[in-house]
């Protein structure tokens, strides 16, 4: 068998009068990510893990911020999009190991329900979507509430 890993980070800023949208789920927050699409940071990380595993470019090369066609698009589509790419390479998913690093809110109450999103979108179970957080104890623009980051790591295997 062919296995493959890939790894994927994404940041965003934070900001007033935007929802958060994190593993798919809309979290309540008094701020939200700030981007192009609806700024999932942890669906954003898992799509940079699966193109960056079979050496497809980032989530910049397929979606860009420069497509007025994807402003403000469901990033659960772009996650769907970047594991059509992945299964017509010939690859399934083995599993998915995420981290969110920040400060506020916390995350906790809604894990079961990220991790059955990602899992129903990626066509595995949910005990192969592991989702993490952590605080950067009140350091850096995330311990700040500027902003927020997620990293993601996959194991693919060739089917």
């Known amino acids: 068998m062919s296995y ?30 700030l ?25 910049g090369v397929h979606f860009p911020d420069t497509d007025a066609s994807l402003k403000n698009i469901d990033s659960k589509i772009l996650l769907a999009k970047s594991y059509e790419l992945i299964k017509n390479k010939g690859y ?14 916390k995350i906790k109450p809604y894990v079961t329900q990220m991790q059955e999103v990602i899992a129903s979108i990626l066509q595995v179970s949910a005990q192969d979507v592991s989702v993490k957080a952590t605080t950067t104890e009140k350091m850096g623009f995330a311990g700040r509430e500027e902003g927020l980051v997620a990293y993601a790591t996959i194991l693919l295997c060739k089917v």
């Open 35 to 59: 981007g192009h699409s609806d700024a999932d940071v942890l669906l954003h990380a898992i799509c940079d893990a699966m193109l960056g595993a079979l050496c497809l470019g980032d989530i």
């Open 4 to 33: 493959r890993i890939g790894s994927g980070i994404d940041f965003h800023q934070l900001v007033e009068g935007r929802d958060l949208w994190i593993g798919g789920i809309k979290i309540p927050h008094t701020k939200g990510a």
């Open 92 to 105: 399934k998913i083995i599993n998915v190991d995420t981290t969110l690093c920040l400060q506020e809110p």
